[in-house]
């Protein structure tokens, strides 16, 4: 009787370990599940990155322009840096939201509830090109003080939106010329293809 209250005894404690064990190997295949999971998710940010960094030369286009301008009003002792500065923070700015009716307009055609919280803001680490059409490009801090007579051209990138089914978004380009005599906002529109953002329209906000 004592040996089979013992032999029941440890076929239960086996059956219990058996039980458990299969449990802890859920629980830790979960939180593996749960591990990778995060670690493969992109953040607006890592997408943010990824837009401008397969996106560079585009929306660095037609800077000859901005040189030309730059040329025409510098003094004639003055002599320009061939140097694009690109601020390194993608930021927003209320102007866009608050102000501008036809990027109001373009919210309201994409049915988009748009709030600043929606925008994407980050800093930019690097840059994937250091030159365009032989002129340097840099990335220095967002300046937003008097800059007297400028001798580069200067980008700033903000109001980056990107649509909740991550296909779609949008971002605002602001190119200076020198001594803010010149030079143009725009809004470029990419859409994901597979793996990569692609460029598919720019339109102009001001002159």
């Known amino acids: 009787m004592m040996k089979q209250l013992i032999y029941h005894t440890n076929m239960a404690g086996n059956f219990n ?23 493969n998710k992109e953040t607006s940010e890592d997408i943010g990155r990824d837009i401008i960094n397969q996106n560079l030369p585009i929306i660095l286009d037609s800077i000859d322009k901005y040189y030309t301008l730059t040329d025409e009003i510098l003094l004639n002792k003055e002599k320009r840096q061939n140097t694009i500065k690109i601020e390194n923070y993608v930021s927003y700015d209320s102007f866009f939201f608050e102000e501008c009716e036809f990027c109001q307009g373009i919210m309201r055609n994409d049915r988009l509830n748009v709030d600043s919280m929606y925008f994407t803001k980050f800093k930019i680490n690097n840059i994937p090109i250091k030159k365009i059409d032989g002129y340097n490009i840099v990335l220095v801090k967002p300046n937003k003080g008097f800059y007297g007579i400028r001798k580069t051209i200067e980008i700033s990138l903000n109001n980056l939106y990107i649509y909740k089914n991550q296909k779609k978004a949008f971002l605002v380009v602001d190119k200076i010329a020198a001594n803010s005599k010149g030079g143009k906002t725009e809004i470029y529109f990419f859409l994901k293809k597979g793996n990569k953002w692609k460029f598919y329209e720019k339109k102009l906000l001001f002159l």
């Not at 370990?17 to 995060?38: A, E, R």
């Open 17 to 39: 370990l058996l039980k458990m064990d299969k449990n802890l190997k859920y629980i830790v295949f979960f939180i593996l599940l749960v591990l990778l999971t995060s670690c």
